[in-house]
């Protein structure tokens, strides 16, 4: 698959190295939700994003909205706890967020979502991880994104005041506590020059 990614000007290797995880910086939003942060998490991003690009068996899907069929506008992939990540640094990332916040989240990660934003007008709207325990439980959904940096917004649940956090070339966000259930996300189409980015949600087991 073809990728147009300006690499970054402070990521040029292709070591692919993680950083340390207490580096995060957390901000709590209100109502029992919060997000930890760590701009660069991933040195070599742009590498790990080209593989990914490359060998990820992406596909589309079509959904229904307001009695119509329509393409969701991003290229997705799913693996889930018996199946084996499309490269290893993601699995040592996996490790990484679970030994982090195992006395938090009291389980380990154990499922890998891909989305891939090929342009500024691929996008998903306002939602939250409420299908399965997400829905009635606080629980975490880590994001790993490689590529070129789009917003990720965040607004508490039934609207209100947004966050907005530029997120690209190996950056990672924690949403956490109640936040799937309390509060949205999403990545908003643009029409400003927007190059590819692909993120990787890591969850716990049941939470979607």
Do not use: N
């Given at each position: 698959?073809?990728?147009?990614?300006?690499?970054?000007?402070?990521?040029?290797?292709?070591?692919?190295?993680?950083?340390?995880?207490?580096?995060?910086?957390?901000?709590?939003?209100?109502?029992?939700?919060?997000?930890?942060v760590l701009?660069?998490?991933?040195?070599?991003a742009?590498?790990?994003?080209?593989?990914?690009a490359?060998?990820?068996?992406?596909h589309a899907?079509?959904?229904?909205?307001?009695?119509?069929?329509v393409d969701v506008p991003r290229l997705?992939?799913?693996?889930?706890?018996?199946d084996p990540?499309?490269h290893?640094?993601?699995?040592?990332?996996?490790?990484?967020?679970t030994?982090h916040?195992?006395d938090?989240?009291?389980?380990p990660?154990?499922?890998a979502?891909?989305c891939?934003y090929?342009d500024?007008?691929?996008s998903?709207?306002w939602?939250?991880d409420?299908?399965?325990r997400?829905a009635?439980?606080?629980t975490?959904v880590?994001?790993l994104s490689v590529?070129?940096?789009?917003?990720l917004?965040l607004?508490?649940?039934?609207?209100g005041?947004?966050?907005?956090?530029?997120l690209?070339?190996?950056?990672?966000i924690?949403?956490?506590?109640?936040?799937?259930?309390?509060?949205?996300?999403?990545?908003?189409?643009?029409?400003?020059?927007?190059?590819?980015?692909?993120?990787?949600?890591?969850?716990?087991?049941?939470?979607?």
């Amino acid at each position: 698959m073809a990728t147009h990614l300006q690499g970054s000007l402070f990521d040029q290797t292709d070591e692919l190295r993680l950083g340390r995880l207490d580096r995060v910086r957390r901000t709590v939003l209100g109502s029992g939700a919060w997000i930890d942060v760590l701009p660069g998490w991933l040195t070599g991003a742009d590498e790990l994003f080209e593989r990914l690009a490359a060998e990820v068996p992406w596909h589309a899907e079509r959904r229904t909205m307001y009695d119509t069929v329509v393409d969701v506008p991003r290229l997705l992939a799913f693996y889930g706890a018996a199946d084996p990540l499309p490269h290893p640094v993601l699995t040592e990332a996996r490790e990484a967020l679970t030994r982090h916040y195992a006395d938090e989240l009291g389980e380990p990660f154990t499922t890998a979502g891909l989305c891939y934003y090929r342009d500024g007008r691929d996008s998903v709207a306002w939602h939250g991880d409420r299908i399965g325990r997400g829905a009635r439980q606080d629980t975490m959904v880590a994001i790993l994104s490689v590529g070129e940096p789009r917003d990720l917004l965040l607004r508490p649940l039934g609207g209100g005041s947004s966050l907005r956090r530029p997120l690209g070339h190996g950056d990672l966000i924690v949403m956490g506590g109640s936040c799937q259930r309390t509060w949205e996300h999403c990545v908003p189409k643009t029409a400003r020059a927007a190059g590819p980015r692909i993120s990787v949600q890591f969850r716990p087991q049941g939470v979607r």
